[in-house]
């Protein structure tokens, strides 16, 4: 065994002939360029070969990985200075209605504070897309239309409205968007909260009309808004639904798959899913204070507490 010891530093070449090292703080210098080793050396000891960690031809990065510390730190020590990535997508939101005041308003006669822009933004960016808020409309085809082209000439990828989307007098969503060239792919689906949910195309763009009721749009953006923008952005996306039992009956379901606000929690080594009583679409306050929805099919039979459920987690 031959052993060096230098202050050569963590990455220096091992010295020609030398196959050990011994660190400096295992050794005495004893002056005129001798040492006396203090504590044995195992033969092969603090060397990294050549290679050890990859080699040349080595796939370190797989694609669709999110860059991530590590990554990004594994691209560098390889020697790439560039990395081929996919955009970030470009998410134009546009809140319609007359009633619709920004925070901070002082309301009059029957207006309310726009708050779903704010969701939204945050649940694609929470899949790392980039928000565009664009603002709040008019219930008037033309103020809608107006910010419809200023997202595509900003080229958005997704174009998202608020309100609008269902069959009243001042729900222009429809009319607007394919009056704009946009291909209809579906509206109207068999859920709650969110019915009147509405899809197309425009040209590259998609389109999703979300409604209006706050809890709707904000459960419609995790099922469908939030898949869209992390394959757009090159991510993989998996929803966190988890088995749990009821903590209270619940009721016969209708026609339409129900996504209902609980409060889900550990009890005895398995998940507890607690629904609140009332589910009113407008009620955020009872959306924050949920960490799971649970989900009943079309048509579901009564249920009874200690029954087994489906639970689509949010936090």
């Known amino acids: 065994m031959t052993m060096v010891s230098a202050p050569c530093g963590t990455g220096a070449p091992v010295p020609q002939g030398a196959d050990t090292i011994v660190i400096q703080e295992n050794v005495r210098d004893l002056g ?24 040349q031809g080595d796939v370190l990065l797989e694609r669709g990985r999110l860059l991530d510390p ?19 997508p470009l998410v134009a939101i546009i809140a319609t209605g007359d009633e619709l005041l920004p925070p901070g308003s002082e309301l009059g006669p029957d207006q309310i504070i726009s708050s779903n822009a704010y969701g939204v933004a945050a649940a694609a960016q929470s899949v790392g897309a980039r928000a565009l808020d664009l603002g709040i409309a008019a219930d008037r085809k033309e103020a809608i239309a107006a910010l419809v082209r200023q997202a595509v000439e900003q080229q958005a990828d997704v174009i998202v409205t608020l309100g609008g989307a269902s069959v009243g007098d001042h729900d222009l969503i429809h009319d607007v968007l394919t009056g704009e060239g946009m291909t209809l792919d579906f509206w109207k689906i068999a859920m709650r909260p969110g019915k009147p949910l509405m899809f197309g195309r425009m040209g590259r763009t998609r389109c999703i009309g979300l409604p209006g009721n706050p809890v709707a749009s904000l459960v419609c953006s995790k099922l469908f808004l939030k898949p869209l923008l992390a394959r757009l952005g090159g991510r993989d996306f998996r929803q966190d639904l988890r088995e749990a039992r009821l903590g209270t009956a619940m009721q016969a379901n209708d026609l339409r798959q129900d996504y209902v606000r609980a409060v889900v929690r550990e009890e005895a080594g398995s998940m507890v899913a607690t629904p609140f009583g009332i589910q009113d679409s407008s009620m955020l306050r009872m959306l924050a204070d ?20 489906r639970v689509l987690m949010l936090r």
């Open 32 to 55: 005129g360029g001798t040492v006396e080793v203090t504590q044995p050396t195992a033969q092969g000891r603090n060397i990294r070969r050549v290679g050890l960690d990859f080699a």
């Open 70 to 88: 590590a990554a990004l730190s594994l691209a560098a020590s390889a020697n790439h200075p560039c990395l081929s990535v996919v955009k970030r």
């Open 290 to 309: 949920a960490n799971g929805l649970v989900v009943r099919e079309p048509f579901a039979p009564a249920a009874a507490a200690g029954d087994a459920c």
